[in-house]
């Protein structure tokens, strides 16, 4: 989905689950519009990250608390302008992301005789982790329970 700096109305939030190999990136807006979502590798992140802060009003980054994420803030500390980062519990954002992978991609074919449980995602889903970072930053703000 492209959407231009011009036609967002408000600010957008950044999620970032950093990792080793790779990371997962989301843009949402604080109406929970996604505007964009990718899984890049560890070594481009930082590139990433700077190309959509050009192109989005990022006002924030919510970054998962565990892995590496110490060494992922100061990287992002050290940039030009460096953006406002908020760590947020990323616990079981995995198991929940595997979940969401499948309502926002409903099997096909054999996939749906498959019981749940033993689906497995055919590709990274560590942007829709960022995309539950997101969330639950913004729940946490609301007082909103996941649902």
Same mark, same amino acid.
Request: charged share 25%; hydrophobic share 35%; aromatic share 8%.
């Given at each position: 989905? =492209?959407?231009?700096?011009? *036609?967002? *109305? ?7 689950? #950093? ?13 929970? *519009? ?24 990022? *006002? ?6 565990? =892995? ?14 460096? #953006? ?30 498959? #019981? ?5 995602? #055919? ?25």
């Amino acid at each position: 989905m =492209t959407v231009t700096t011009e *036609s967002l *109305s408000q600010p957008v939030i950044l999620g970032f689950d #950093p990792g080793r190999q790779k990371c997962g990136l989301a843009v949402m807006g604080l109406d929970r *519009s996604l505007y964009y979502h990718e899984v890049v590798a560890s070594t481009d992140a930082i590139a990433a990250i700077a190309a959509l802060r050009q192109r989005y009003p990022i *006002s924030l980054v919510v970054m998962g608390d565990q =892995t590496t994420s110490r060494d992922w803030k100061e990287k992002l500390a050290d940039q030009p302008d460096a #953006p406002r980062v908020m760590l947020v519990d990323e616990r079981y954002t995995t198991l929940e992301a595997r979940d969401r992978y499948w309502q926002m991609y409903p099997p096909q074919g054999l996939q749906c005789l498959m #019981p749940k449980g033993f689906r497995q995602p #055919p590709r990274p889903i560590d942007d829709i982790v960022a995309i539950l970072l997101i969330e639950r930053y913004l729940n946490r703000l609301t007082g909103d329970r996941p649902s």
